[in-house]
């Protein structure tokens, strides 16, 4: 069974102050692993999709990692306007093709 | 460009009682999918539709069953709500299964007496 869990639960920073979100995941072959950020209320926002390990994706303050067994998420000088959900999904591939299994999410809060 | 579109926003049902969520995209998409979101469990998909004309299970459709009407539209419904059914339903399309990324609706919050 294709197992996707993220940790923390939730995370608390200060603006300024960097840090990383983890995904680690089980699944019997890997087709793309995708980030998404959730706002209160809102629907997922497609972040990244990464496919192989080792690549690396980046956006604004964010940037998405690969293994063979996890992802991170690392924040880089982080605002405010980050504080959301984000979530990670697998595409496993096989049977599974196209469909996307979720982690539970990581809460992020960033103080002014 | 409104992408997906749910209606309604915000339901409460009694027991018993059916409903139909609808769904729209915009995007020329063929895939679109049913998700349930419940505190602490991650999005579990219901259903999808890889084309039109065809849809298939998802991790928990029992309780549900939908309708591709059309290219653009994706309905899901409840025969006899639940209160286990309570919960916020995202419907998500994409260009074609398996082509990522899946772009979301912003949910419609059921609630079930």
């Known amino acids: 069974e294709d197992q996707v869990t993220q940790s923390p639960e939730a995370l608390r920073l200060q603006e300024g102050e960097s840090s990383s979100l983890n995904c680690s995941y089980t699944v019997s072959g890997l087709r793309g692993l995708f980030w998404y950020r959730q706002d209160p209320g809102k629907g997922p926002e497609f972040l990244f999709t990464?496919?192989?390990a080792g690549e690396e994706k980046e956006k604004e303050r964010l940037k998405a990692t690969l293994t063979k067994k996890e992802s991170f998420l690392h924040i880089t000088a982080p605002k405010p306007e980050d504080s959301a959900t984000y979530l990670c999904a697998v595409d496993a591939g096989g049977t599974s093709y196209g469909k996307l299994t979720f982690g539970q999410g990581t809460i992020l809060t960033v103080h002014p | 460009n409104a992408g997906v579109t749910q209606t309604p926003k915000f339901q409460v049902l009694k027991t018993g009682q059916s409903m139909t969520l609808q769904c729209a995209q915009d995007?020329?998409?063929?895939?679109m999918y049913w998700y349930r979101q419940d505190p602490g469990m991650g999005l579990r998909l219901i259903y999808y539709s890889a084309s039109e004309g065809t849809t298939d299970k998802g991790e928990v459709p029992n309780g549900y069953n939908v309708s591709r009407l059309n290219k653009r539209e994706f309905s899901l419904r409840l025969e006899s709500a639940a209160p286990s059914q309570t919960s916020v339903y995202f419907c998500?399309?994409?260009?074609?299964?398996?082509?990522?990324?899946?772009?979301f609706g912003d949910g419609t919050r059921l609630s079930i007496l």
């Open positions: 990464l496919y192989s």
């Open positions: 998500a399309s994409s260009v074609r299964r398996g082509d990522q990324p899946q772009h």
């Open positions: 995007m020329n998409h063929n895939s």
